[in-house]
């Protein structure tokens, strides 16, 4: 049975047991907003006028019913996406709450209204829809809205999402609760960190206000040191670090569904330059950030333990931020010494299509053109070279450990790099018996000089 087919029948049930049913929150406002009218949306649900027993047993009718949450006051019918719940209040006896005093403490007021599940008329005590209208975020409620100050960072994800203005009055508040975020969970402030990177079209109006309202500068200071980092230099006429890495992150979310991985692809985009405060070195009338992928490793591994314990978005995000000047430094140094075998080995071990997509948008982040000439001709450059080299190829070692084993090598930690050595010369073109007969003499030697 299609959801909205169920939530008609229980909303039936409902009313014959006395109560009401109303369609609350974001999915009021994402309907009125049009947005994710396909029937992905999320769906919450608010009861009135009866028990919790009274609902789980109408619920039980439909399926087997689970109890959500750290209270377990959400309600959820199994295969099925849909939050059901009984508005509460420290006032008041639960089932003597009125619709327009759980609305109320509700964050802003476009989450503020609700929609009768049987009739669909609408209730807007708040002016929710004129916000929506003209697009401005506002509290609901002063008193509720300082009981979570998880708040502040839903202000900020929603004006980026749905490209909306924070009203001054509820900026003020946000700034009133920044002392109360250090107590807010990790993986509640990651969540909306999502959010603003993975649906907003512009999430750099998330970090701007998050900026604007102190945070930034009291709780990352990876971030920060952006903000205070001026580029002095004629490549990045934008100013500091933090306008270009905006910049590229506006640019990203255009790009991130071409990424095998858009989450971490976003996270990169923001700590990509985050070395560049260290690298600084001023050289006459400019600065420059020799090294700046490498020495961003540190800041991106900071920022990101903050926000997160997971492994493999740590991974992507460390590896690609110290890598993403690769393929422009790889061009650069097409006349030096051995850069074709540097080229393929770097191109084995990293995913080149991922390194092209930041250095696209890298490029993009920025107001001056010089770049942009510069990459579209490391672009033809890598294109002629991953034909001349064969580099989309799969790569298979002629040499592997069992190999190494059957010409009398014990396992050791010198596998690692006998294995490495191998592959450099499978990459200069030697067959397999001419790289283990330069093993066994390079094994030789080294016994040798131990002997000594």
């Given at each position: 049975m299609r959801r909205e087919d169920i939530i008609t029948?229980?909303?039936?049930?409902?009313?014959?047991?006395?109560?009401?049913?109303?369609?609350?929150?974001?999915?009021?406002?994402?309907?009125?907003?049009?947005?994710?009218?396909d029937g992905v949306n999320d769906i919450d649900i608010e009861v009135y006028k009866i028990h919790l027993e009274k609902?789980?047993?109408?619920?039980?009718?439909?399926?087997?019913?689970?109890?959500?949450?750290?209270?377990?006051?959400?309600?959820?019918?199994?295969?099925?996406d849909i939050d059901f719940s009984i508005p509460h209040s420290e006032m008041k006896n639960t089932q003597d709450i009125s619709l327009q005093e759980a609305l109320r403490r509700r964050d802003f007021?476009?989450?503020?209204?609700?929609?009768?599940?049987?009739?669909?008329?609408?209730?807007?005590?708040?002016?929710?829809?004129?916000?929506?209208k003209e697009g401005r975020i506002r509290h609901t409620d002063?008193?509720?809205?300082?009981?979570?100050?998880?708040?502040?960072?839903?202000?900020?994800q929603f004006s980026a999402r749905f490209n909306m203005k924070i009203d001054e009055d509820t900026m003020?508040?946000?700034?009133?609760?920044?002392?109360r975020l250090k107590n807010i969970p990790q993986e509640r402030i990651y969540e909306e960190f999502n959010k603003a990177?993975?649906?907003?079209?512009?999430?750099?109006?998330?970090?701007?206000?998050?900026?604007?309202?102190?945070?930034?500068?009291e709780y990352f200071p990876e971030l920060y040191a952006m903000v205070k980092c001026d580029h002095n230099n004629?490549?990045?006429?934008?100013?500091?670090?933090?306008?270009?890495?905006?910049?590229?992150l506006d640019r990203a979310a255009k790009f991130k569904k071409a990424s095998k991985n858009p989450r971490g692809f976003m996270y990169l985009a923001l700590c990509h330059d985050m070395g560049k405060p260290v690298a600084k070195k001023d050289q006459g009338d400019r600065s420059v950030f020799d090294n700046h992928g490498e020495e961003g490793v540190a800041a991106a591994r900071s920022f990101l333990s903050r926000l997160t314990i997971e492994r493999r978005l740590k991974d992507y995000?460390?590896?690609?931020?110290?890598?993403?000047?690769?393929?422009?430094?790889?061009?650069?140094?097409?006349?030096?010494?051995?850069?074709?075998?540097?080229?393929?080995?770097?191109?084995?071990?990293?995913?080149?299509?991922?390194?092209?997509?930041?250095?696209?948008?890298?490029?993009?982040?920025?107001?001056?053109?010089?770049?942009?000439?510069?990459?579209?001709?490391?672009?033809?450059?890598?294109?002629?070279k991953r034909k001349k080299l064969k580099l989309d190829e799969a790569f298979v070692p002629l040499i592997k450990g069992d190999d190494l084993i059957q010409q009398g090598f014990k396992p050791s930690r010198e596998f690692v790099s006998l294995l490495d050595r191998a592959e450099d010369l499978q990459i200069k073109g030697k067959s397999k018996e001419e790289i283990l007969q330069h093993l066994k003499e390079c094994s030789k030697k080294t016994k040798k000089q131990r002997l000594y």
């Open positions: 029948q229980i909303a039936r049930d409902i009313t014959v047991e006395g109560g009401e049913m109303y369609y609350v929150g974001g999915y009021v406002r994402d309907e009125i907003m049009g947005i994710n009218v609902l789980k047993e109408v619920l039980s009718r439909y399926g087997e019913v689970k109890f959500m949450g750290k209270s377990y006051e959400i309600l959820q019918i199994k295969g099925y007021r476009f989450n503020a209204m609700a929609m009768d599940c049987l009739t669909k008329k609408l209730y807007d005590y708040f002016q929710g829809q004129k916000d929506i002063k008193d509720s809205f300082m009981e979570d100050p998880l708040r502040v960072y839903r202000a900020c003020k508040l946000c700034k009133n609760l920044v002392p990177l993975l649906k907003s079209q512009k999430p750099s109006v998330f970090f701007d206000n998050m900026r604007e309202m102190g945070i930034v500068k004629p490549y990045y006429q934008e100013g500091t670090i933090w306008t270009h890495t905006m910049m590229v995000v460390l590896e690609m931020t110290k890598n993403h000047m690769k393929l422009f430094e790889f061009h650069r140094g097409e006349d030096n010494k051995d850069s074709d075998f540097k080229l393929k080995k770097f191109f084995i071990h990293h995913d080149i299509d991922e390194i092209m997509l930041i250095s696209i948008v890298d490029s993009l982040g920025r107001t001056c053109d010089g770049k942009l000439e510069e990459l579209e001709i490391m672009k033809e450059w890598m294109k002629n």
